[in-house]
């Protein structure tokens, strides 16, 4: 759903900082906290933050959170898309405007947001839940291109994913007890 308060925004912060360049004001930084604000408002109130909310109650006890979770639903399409996708549901709606390209390859914002958001059991289990669960679709597929039936193409999604929230459950309360 399309946010007219956070389009109407973006333009007034791109028109002051177009005039005004880079130079922080008091206006600039009110409108810039707005921005974020209705960003982050954006981001939740989206589809896939409304999926990303329905499955948490199913991997909070891992130490996601909604983020984490639609990083997760990414990844099933590729896993080269968790870490972009985490890019995106981090950043600041202001930092997409200020920044131009170079500044925004070499920003390290996703480490510092995920630093101080995520505790180190939460990205440990996170980490392992990635690498357990099912590769991608196209491996779904090639499973049931190879044994000619959807069902054990089924059967190893549904294992490989319960295996994954096991040792991932396990890695981050032991990992709770020593951090």
């Known amino acids: ?88 549901m981090y950043s600041k709606g202001a930092d ?16 510092s947001a995920l630093a101080s958001s995520v505790t180190v059991p939460g990205a440990i289990a996170f980490m392992i839940f990635i690498l357990l669960y099912f590769p991608c679709i196209a491996t779904f597929v090639a499973i049931k291109h190879e044994t000619g039936k959807w069902s054990w193409a089924i059967a190893i999604c549904a294992y490989t994913i319960i295996v994954a929230w096991l040792v991932a459950f396990i890695a981050f309360h032991v990992a709770s007890l020593f951090i």
Do not use: C
Request: avoid cysteine; glycine fraction near 8%.
């Open 1 to 88: 759903p399309r946010n007219k308060e956070l389009i109407q925004t973006r333009e007034t912060y791109t028109e002051i900082i177009s005039e005004n360049g880079s130079a922080a004001t008091a206006e600039t930084e009110i409108i810039k906290a707005k921005l974020d604000s209705l960003y982050e408002y954006q981001q939740a109130h989206s589809y896939i933050g409304y999926i990303g909310r329905a499955v948490a109650p199913v991997l909070d006890p891992l130490g996601f959170n909604w983020k984490m979770d639609i990083g997760l639903l990414t990844g099933v399409v590729a896993k080269e898309l968790v870490v972009s996708t985490l890019g995106v």
């Open 96 to 111: 997409t405007i200020d920044k131009n390209e170079d500044e925004l390859a070499a920003d390290t914002g996703l480490q």
